[in-house]
């Protein structure tokens, strides 16, 4: 591989996700959380930068990948990621990236036919159900109202963005293979991947679930050995209100009603989980409700669970974070002053292990991505 890449993703377990599957094929890697002053420093060959822009509003998302963009180094390859699940201000700062770079065309992709995700006739599909039948429809800042591309991004086309229908992992391949060096790529894992192999010149399906490379900070090496539970000293935080962590085997707690909906202070709560998890010295904390919808509602949870894990970590020093959702971790991270990732392992698909700053263990899971 001659020329470093770069990844700007736009919550941080996709772009842990990405940090993943760089290791995966064997690849040195960077995952940053700090936004560049002037110019990236690349040091390895793939360097991921997490912006959090899904988590802003659009103006604020322009901004922030505007400066990022700014600050490529020159003869980089850039890839943007975005949700496979069409969520976030893709085509904003899909267009700021074309603007700043100079590239005449973006492919996006967001289509994941490994997972089941695919595009036909313009409509998006996950295991075979049209995407706004599905809980994607009740998310609670970018809910899926339509499953046709033209109509959530009815302007893409005209602006040089590009999304075609992918029904394999064979459509991914051959729209890399059409992409030269005016057109940036865009879009999930898979596309990701089909672009690391043609890089590398690798070989294989774009479905990578195993490690190649260095082993994580534990030890653990493969999907067989995914199993962090039960273990003591592991705090784990659901951060989607779209995840199903019952099935977790260790004490779960979940955020009460009158807190998710704004009508009393994290104090009582906080208190709580912190006994508990002084008690069990393992603890999953998770959120039950799911009919609130906006950014505020979206902002305000996301910061209780980030309060709450800072009180636990300052008290008890948990040994691994497990966080699920990408707004969640980013804010846990920042509340943590976590800056920097390395000894970075793909534990299963989209489920990463990294070492902190401070050497903590961190695992990150897409809150898209069912339990396992």
Known sequence: MRKKIVVIADDLTGAAEMAGLANVCGLSVDLLVAMPEETLRVDKEVTVLATDTRSADESEAVDVTRHVAKALPRDVVLF?????????????????????????????????????????????????????QTKFADDPEFPARSSSLRMRFPEAEDMGIMIPDISSEDDVRHWVEKADDQTLLAGAADLFVALLQQLANLTGPTSLTSPTGPTSPTGLKGPTDVAVFPREDVLVVCGSTQSRPEALPMPTTFMPLALYN????ADEWTEEVVSQY???????????????????????????????????????????????????????????????????????????????????????????YPWK
């Open 262 to 265: 704004g009508e009393v202070s």
């Open 80 to 132: 943007k990621k975005t949700d496979s699940a069409l969520r976030g201000h893709i085509i904003a700062e899909l267009l700021t990236l074309l603007e700043v770079t100079g590239k005449q065309r973006a492919f996006f992709i967001p289509a994941n036919p490994s997972k089941g995700r695919v595009i036909s006739e313009g409509i998006y599909y996950i295991n075979d159900v049209p995407i706004s």
């Open 278 to 368: 002084a008690a069990h010295h393992t603890l999953a904390l998770a959120i039950a409700h799911h009919h609130l919808t906006g950014r505020m509602v979206a902002v305000r949870i996301r910061e209780t669970m980030a309060g709450i894990v800072r009180k636990i970590v300052e008290k008890h020093h948990p040994q691994e974070l497990i966080i699920e959702g990408g707004a969640t971790a980013f804010a846990c991270c920042r509340a943590l002053g976590f800056s920097h990732f390395s000894e970075i392992c793909q534990l299963a698909p989209g489920v990463v292990r990294m070492k902190a700053d401070n050497g903590m263990l961190v695992t990150m899971k897409p809150g898209s």
